[in-house]
């Protein structure tokens, strides 16, 4: 790996991710390095045309270059092509059947999926609805959407019962989600549909929002809690996975992780 490269774009990342002007001692404090070496970081960003300096006050800040290419870049990207190998991935890993879904108003939208090939599985299909209160993958991004109850209401209007284990209380749903958001993942149990259960965590993207979520339906028969968990341990990771193909960055939270600090030398 180039060094050398690899300092410079940790110092850009880091530029762009303050969301102010920066001067020399910000990035030397922020890295633990000599104040001559972020000096010389920051005058080489701004010669290759990655950053501008105020003339006014020295200070740094990125340049609308990242804005143009990341711009180009999305024109281009595939959400669903991008993370069908993580999809793929976790089905292969757990046999059971793994899907991508996407907030639409109340309800969410099956984006891709894979089958389970197993005798007894659970079905869902592309373009398919679901209640997004009822569904792990639903939960997930109400969660990561944070509404209050009145937000909550107007997105979603009357909690019906689609089945005898649907919550059809908001003061009850606020609290799942909130469940949800301190685990990490979300949690089916029979409240959709009779049988199937789920589980489900958000995927982000580079600018920390929750764009689609990850989902996995299982049989209530292969769903006890001890194998609920450690399936929800590789659907996180997979989200988590996902999320990096996608630019994203955590910060800290308890969906997130916080990064480790980097060195400029």
């Not at 030397?28 to 070496?37: E, H, I, K, Q, V």
């Not at 894979?114 to 209640?131: I, K, M, Q, T, W």
């Not at 939960?139 to 689609?162: F, I, N, S, V």
Request: hydrophobic share 45%; net charge positive.
């Amino acid at each position: 790996m180039d060094s050398t490269l690899a300092k410079g774009l940790a110092a850009l990342e880091w530029m762009v991710r303050q969301q102010r002007d920066c001067r020399v001692t910000d990035l030397a404090l922020a890295f633990g390095t000599a104040r001559s070496n972020a000096h010389r970081t920051l005058q080489t960003l701004v010669e290759c045309g990655w950053a501008v300096q105020d003339p006014a006050t020295s200070a740094y800040r990125p340049s609308l270059r990242l804005f143009e290419l990341g711009s180009l870049v999305a024109e281009v990207a595939d959400i669903g092509a991008l993370l069908r190998p993580h999809l793929a991935a976790l089905a292969q890993a757990t046999g059971e059947t793994i899907h991508l879904a996407a907030l639409d108003g109340a309800e969410i939208v099956y984006l891709d999926k894979f089958d389970s090939p197993l005798p007894v599985a659970a079905y869902s299909r592309v373009g398919g609805r679901a209640a997004a209160y009822c569904v792990a993958s639903g939960k997930a991004l109400l969660a990561a959407a944070q509404l209050d109850t009145a937000a909550l209401r107007a997105r979603l209007g009357q909690l019906a019962a689609h089945t005898p284990n649907s919550i059809t209380d908001f003061d009850a749903l606020r609290a799942e989600l909130e469940r949800t958001r301190t685990r990490g993942y979300a949690e089916n149990r029979e409240e959709w549909r009779l049988g199937v259960c789920g589980l489900g965590a958000p995927v982000f993207n580079a600018r920390g929002e929750a764009i689609a979520a990850l989902g996995m339906s299982v049989p209530s028969i292969r769903f006890a809690r001890t194998q609920a968990r450690g399936l929800a341990e590789q659907v996180m990771a997979c989200a988590r996975d996902a999320s990096t193909t996608l630019g994203y960055r955590a910060s800290p939270g308890p969906m997130t992780t916080t990064p480790k600090k980097r060195r400029l030398e």
